[in-house]
């Protein structure tokens, strides 16, 4: 008696595992694009490349910390904000624009506009920038997980209000959101 199994798909033989190299391996797709520096493919770039916001986003900033970081730009290139969105920031481009609006008061229109300029999440880089004055003095005790940076704050020449502004899913916005949000410029 043999001692078989009954269903022969079990019986066949385990591929090799030379087989599975041509997956591990990086190759340049068959359209002619070469892989992204990340090592993976071209459309995988592509995809996320997407994703990126370019042109602009809306992010609360506490009207405290608003008046005291326009005080701190007339002396340095740029204001540190903190924040817990750590993937809304590291898929924003650095020169998007944004939008401020003042939270923690009576929300009103849009008055601010400003630039982003990249963020920082290495904690000894963060400590090294909050001693050298860059975040608002407003902010003390404060402890957050990465910081964004903002340059070039000033006042919009004609209020926005909320109702204009187009989210990234082609939607106008209600209600103002509790963190960062990609916009339509």
Known sequence: MSARHPFPICNRPR??????????????????????????????????????????????VPYMHLDSAIEILQEKPFVLFGTEAFEFFRNVEEGARVLIYRSHEDIGPIYYQGIYRGYVSDPSEMKRLERNGFRPETTSGESWGMYWKCSDIQLLPHPIPLEQIQMVSRKYMKKYPRGPVGILS
């Open 15 to 60: 591929p090799r595992a030379r087989r599975l190299s041509r997956f591990l391996t990086p190759r340049i797709p068959r359209n002619g694009f070469p892989a992204c520096p990340e090592g993976r493919s071209y459309f995988g770039y592509l995809i996320k490349k997407m994703h990126m916001i370019k042109s602009s986003f809306l992010a609360p």
